[in-house]
């Protein structure tokens, strides 16, 4: 049975710009009601008067994922606009670069911190309503990241790798409850998302900001995937042909370790049989 949600009032973390703002766009022009909540009050104020021009209905609440009070309050103040919710869109993330010596403990913490601790505390938050209401959807913002090898960034990278299992595990236990889990992993496309980061050298900066313009999706095309996968009760959003690549090669290696592993076991029992064969035949 496909979960489809039920109503059309969708929470947006990290709604106020970028990519957050892109999928706002598109649920709204599809009648949705709209809740931005973001870290930067000035721009999500900006964005929800530029929907409510529309004739949409939308609000925007101050949320720092990375604070738990806040969640509280983002929590309280959907309620009161709307005593429910059909999609949670954990969208809100930071970007930092940087190789495994250029990184300090600080900033590792503070990626983990907004990127994954983030996204857990507004699920947490959410599940129980979702589950008393026996419908809602969760959509995780992972990275294409999170599935391939990503030096140069690997404290962005483990976040997002975690934000691909944890939606993963987290889909087989709503199923029961009828709460529907979705995650997107797309590859690059342009958004202040480098230029807002954390990246210790200058000129690594520009050219991410250079791979960044050749994309060729952009964040109004990922949005439109997004909002297809949670009408259709998609798992994985399928949001650009590296993404499609590297969920397959990431089977493919699965796939591979797991042969690598079998072949090894098997050629392991051969050898302590043959070694158990040799000992009885020089006892004899
Ligand atoms: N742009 C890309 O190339 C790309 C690719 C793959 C995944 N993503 C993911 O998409 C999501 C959105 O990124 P973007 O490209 O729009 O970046 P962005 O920097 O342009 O926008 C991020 C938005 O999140 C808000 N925000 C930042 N920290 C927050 C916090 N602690 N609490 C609440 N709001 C916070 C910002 O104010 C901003 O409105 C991120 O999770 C990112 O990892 C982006």
Request: glycine residues 8%; aromatic residues 8%; charged residues 20%.
């Amino acid at each position: 049975m496909k979960l489809i949600p039920k109503g059309n009032r969708v929470l947006i973390t990290g709604g106020a710009s970028g990519f957050g703002k892109a999928m706002a766009l598109k649920f709204a022009q599809q009648g949705w009601r709209i809740y931005i909540a973001d870290i930067d009050v000035q721009q999500a104020k900006k964005t929800t008067l530029e929907l409510t021009a529309q004739g949409v209905e939308a609000h925007w609440v101050k949320c720092d994922i990375s604070q738990p009070d806040d969640i509280q309050t983002m929590y309280d103040a959907v309620m009161a606009s709307w005593q429910g919710l059909d999609v949670l869109i954990n969208n809100a993330g930071i970007y930092s670069g940087g190789t495994i010596n250029e990184v300090d403990e600080a900033t590792w913490l503070k990626v983990i911190d907004v990127n994954l601790v983030g996204t857990f505390r507004c699920c947490h938050k959410f599940v129980p309503l979702f589950q008393k209401q026996k419908t809602g959807r969760i959509v995780n913002i992972a990275s294409l990241s999170g599935i391939l090898p990503t030096p140069g960034s690997i404290h962005y990278a483990a976040t997002k790798a975690a934000i691909v299992n944890l939606s993963q595990s987290l889909r087989h236990e709503l199923r029961l409850y009828k709460v529907g889990v979705t995650v997107a992993a797309p590859n690059i496309f342009p958004t202040g998302i480098f230029s807002n980061g954390m990246i210790p050298n200058g000129s690594i900066k520009q050219s991410l900001e250079t791979v960044m313009s050749y994309s060729d999706v952009t964040a109004d095309s990922v949005a439109n995937s997004v909002f297809n996968a949670v009408m259709n009760d998609e798992f994985l959003v399928s949001t650009d042909l590296d993404t499609d690549i590297g969920w397959f090669l990431k089977a493919l290696d699965k796939a591979y370790t797991t042969s690598i592993e079998t072949l090894a076991f098997i050629a392991k029992s051969f050898d302590k049989k043959s070694q158990t064969k040799r000992k009885r035949k020089e006892r004899q």
